[in-house]
């Protein structure tokens, strides 16, 4: 019986140690921001209209998308800008007023399927991209990955095929119908909230609606650079997070609720939040891997 007791505690642990041998294999490999050109330069009251006068400024902001290397899959995190508007070719897919607002400079370097070439991967090898939400910068090339399993908050699915008519219903307007159509018959997984993606707490889905109905952000845990997490448009740069609204919000509450939730996150467990759309920010920590 003792015999069988301390073989059974050794197999024990032995057991705990494969499955913590497991996990540190499990762990993100590198996450990298890059982006699919830029917007700009325009006023940035265009889009936080409740800054006050004196601080006003032009600004040139980047349009993120993120590439996390993970040993289950590789991972993208929005598609940035449709391929269609390379190049000056914006209002051939736009509608004319968005061209001119935002200027987008996107070339066809910019493009995601491009941007991967250049990290040595291919679109077709990628599993999962994650969607933030359903607006043009955001969701314009996930038709290039029908490989892929396309994960949206159910919500933002709806929001992107029939958004409330108070943020517009073209069908090039902000949500562009053409981006969502050609994927309509991909693999979707409609999620209701927050999912752990691979099951191993390091790459994390976060529900963050308000600025549209089904926003999600993403929470990855890096060996070496710790836990960042990647709010895309639920804070779009410093303004926001110094407690100034975004515009092109679906709901004002919901938004705030969600900047609160990602700064709780941030000082609770000491990540660092990556904006969307922070010149800054992009200038000191863009174009370069996190591992």
Same mark, same amino acid.
């Given at each position: 019986?003792?015999?069988?007791? /301390? &073989?059974?505690?050794?197999?024990? *642990? ?18 990298y921001?890059?982006?699919?050109g ?8 265009g889009? /936080?209209?409740s ?17 996390i ?6 991972v993208v ?6 391929? %269609? /508007? ?14 001119? +607002?935002?200027?987008p ?19 077709d090898?990628?599993?999962?991209? /994650? ?6 910068d ?6 290039? +990955? ?6 949206f ?5 709806? =929001? ?6 108070? =943020? ?16 309509r ?12 993606? +691979? ?14 109905l ?8 890096? &060996? ?5 997490l990647?709010?895309?448009d639920?804070?779009?740069m410093?303004?926001? *997070?110094d ?9 004002v509450k ?6 609160n939730? *990602?700064?709780?996150?941030?000082? *609770? ?6 904006? %969307?759309?922070?010149?800054? =920010? ?10």
């Amino acid at each position: 019986m003792k015999r069988a007791g /301390i &073989a059974g505690a050794l197999l024990g *642990l032995a057991m705990m140690a494969g499955a913590s041998a497991a996990s540190a294999n499990d762990t993100v490999k590198g996450v990298y921001w890059t982006t699919s050109g830029k917007f700009g330069p325009f006023p940035i009251t265009g889009l /936080i209209p409740s800054l006050p006068k004196e601080k006003a400024r032009d600004i040139t902001i980047p349009v993120s998308m993120w590439v996390i290397d993970h040993p289950k899959g590789l991972v993208v995190f929005d598609t940035g800008n449709n391929v %269609a /508007i390379s190049d000056g070719n914006c209002k051939k897919y736009w509608a004319a007023g968005n061209c001119d +607002f935002l200027k987008p400079s996107q070339t066809r370097a910019d493009v995601i399927d491009e941007q991967l070439k250049k990290l040595g991967y291919s679109a077709d090898k990628v599993k999962v991209v /994650i969607t933030s939400h359903t607006h043009l910068d955001h969701v314009g090339n996930i038709a290039m +990955f029908p490989n892929a399993i396309h994960v949206f908050q159910k919500k933002e699915l709806y =929001q992107g095929w029939w958004p409330e008519k108070f =943020q517009g219903r073209a069908v090039n307007g902000t949500f562009v119908l053409d981006d969502l159509a050609k994927a309509r018959d991909y693999n979707y997984m409609e999620l209701n909230g927050d999912y752990d993606l +691979f099951g191993d707490g390091s790459v994390v889905i976060l529900s963050t609606p308000g600025h549209t109905l089904g926003h999600q952000s993403v929470k990855v845990k890096t &060996a070496g650079s710790g836990t960042i997490l990647i709010s895309q448009d639920a804070i779009w740069m410093q303004e926001n *997070l110094d407690g100034y609204p975004a515009g092109l919000n679906y709901s004002v509450k919901d938004y705030t609720d969600s900047v609160n939730r *990602l700064k709780f996150m941030r000082d *609770l467990e000491g990540a660092q939040i990556f904006m %969307a759309h922070d010149q800054d =920010q992009y200038a000191a920590k863009g174009g370069k891997w996190y591992k």
